[in-house]
Nanobody, 116 residues
């Protein structure tokens, strides 16, 4: 069993910044991928960014240059620094943990709202 605890969402004006955090606990294997997905109303859930335990990183094209993902392996925590936020970034952001041979684990989601 894995639990993912997210924090850091909220309301911000366009151009502002937010930092999301996600702490994982439970049966976490050393080799894994942690990341953030988002889902806006009426749209499918999409990858925002992910980072492996080895440090490999992927970003969605829409957030490159604005968002930065990082992780602290000692704390099993992943962060998403979001700068230059746009109204189209408004969505529920979900933390995700991928472990080989196990189904994905998801957080409960945190709302990010960017006003124009």
């Amino acid at each position: 069993q894995v639990q993912l605890a997210e924090s850091g969402g909220g309301l911000v004006q366009a151009g502002g910044s937010l930092r999301l955090s996600c702490a994982a606990s439970g049966s976490i294997r050393r080799i894994n991928v942690m990341g953030w997905y988002r889902q806006a109303p009426g749209k499918q859930r999409e990858l925002v960014a992910r980072i492996s335990s080895g440090g490999s990183i992927n970003y969605a094209d829409s957030v490159k240059g604005r968002f930065t993902i990082s992780r602290d392996n000692a704390k099993n925590t992943v962060y998403l620094q979001m700068n230059s936020l746009r109204p189209e970034d408004t969505a529920v952001y979900y933390c995700n943990l991928q472990r080989m041979g196990s189904p994905d684990s998801w957080g409960q989601g945190t709302q990010v709202t960017v006003s124009s």
